[in-house]
């Protein structure tokens, strides 16, 4: 891609994405997200009621009268993008791809933190890391996150979601908020990675779609490639059977993704390529902050 056309690209991300940012997370943001250590504060004087175990002994020793540590909770939050880049996201049949909206999504969550003030990064994988920009805060930062969504190609088609999220383990060692955004179109089994993950981070995973995925359309004896394994197969579409076939797979890796990611206690935001995805985005926010 053209340097000037890319820098095009990315203002037009840009433009759409911030003010939707501003406009979704504007009071939920925070509230959906609490910050998960405990920071030290102050020291005052102990107080009748004051929890005993919490008397800073050096200060009260130097006093010569009891003082108390003061902790509060954590604000400042760093969010890491788990971002699946590989072939099977470049489908889409209407509005847009897996790919574009996975773009906009994870614009869309870089403007949310810096606006917060918080560091954000990304893993981008396939069946390997493809590449990965640790955390950090501004809106130069965010603006690099964004090119590398519309330039980055993956070397590899394939989506390996257990190494990706023991990748992050171990590179993302303090606390963190995490979104998992892939389609999940895999029969590999991620259930331990992913209940490790959720274990030390708050974890949510975000799965993007195109309806057309879920069935095949009768249109007699074509060609069909994976675009993982970018294997050709000849399938007769007439054949009910194997309509239906296709279709009760489909179904069963949604029921493997809802059951891993249930177990684990992680939430999941679902998204079509053809729906706008503002609303679901506000309501999964909302949900985060009434649980809190």
Same mark, same amino acid.
């Given at each position: 891609m053209e340097t000037s056309e890319l820098i095009k690209k990315v203002r037009k991300v840009e433009i759409k994405t911030k003010g939707i940012s501003k406009q979704m997370f504007s009071g939920n943001y925070h509230s959906a997200f609490k910050g998960r250590g405990i920071a @030290?504060?102050? %020291?005052?004087? $102990?107080n009748v009621g004051d929890d005993i175990r919490t008397i800073d002994w050096n200060v009260t020793a130097r006093s010569n009268s009891p003082h108390i540590k003061i902790f509060e909770e954590e604000r400042e939050l760093t969010v890491v993008l788990l971002i699946d880049i590989s072939g099977s996201e470049n489908f889409g049949t209407k509005v847009s791809s897996k790919?574009?909206?996975i773009t906009e999504i994870s614009a869309i969550l870089s403007f949310a933190a810096i606006q917060n003030n918080d *560091? #954000?990064?990304? =893993? @981008? @994988? /396939?069946?390997?890391?493809?590449? @990965? #920009?640790?955390?950090?805060?501004? *809106? /130069?930062?965010?603006?690099? =996150?964004i090119r590398e969504l519309l330039e980055l190609e993956p070397t590899?088609? *394939?989506?390996?979601?257990?190494?990706?999220?023991k990748y992050f383990k171990n590179v993302i060692t303090k606390s963190s908020i995490v979104f998992l955004i892939s389609d999940f179109v895999t029969d590999a089994d991620y259930q331990k990675e992913m209940s490790l993950v959720s274990k030390r981070h708050d974890a949510?995973? #975000?799965? %993007?779609?195109? #309806?057309k995925e879920y069935a095949i359309p009768n249109i007699g004896i074509v060609y069909f490639r994976d675009p993982e394994t970018r294997k050709t197969k000849l399938i007769?579409?007439?054949?009910? /059977?194997?309509?239906?076939? $296709?279709?009760? $797979?489909q179904a069963n890796l949604d029921t493997k993704t809802n059951k891993i990611l249930r177990s684990a206690k992680v939430d999941l935001i679902r998204l079509r390529t053809d729906e706008s995805y503002v609303n679901p985005l506000i309501n999964f926010f909302k949900s985060r902050d009434k649980k809190y």
């Open positions: @030290f504060s102050e %020291v005052r004087e $102990y790919r574009d909206l *560091k #954000i990064g990304v =893993i @981008f @994988f /396939s069946d390997k890391i493809e590449k @990965f #920009i640790p955390p950090k805060k501004g *809106k /130069s930062h965010t603006l690099r =996150i590899s088609t *394939k989506t390996d979601l257990a190494m990706a999220l949510v995973g #975000i799965k %993007v779609f195109d #309806i007769d579409t007439s054949d009910k /059977s194997t309509r239906n076939a $296709y279709a009760e $797979y």
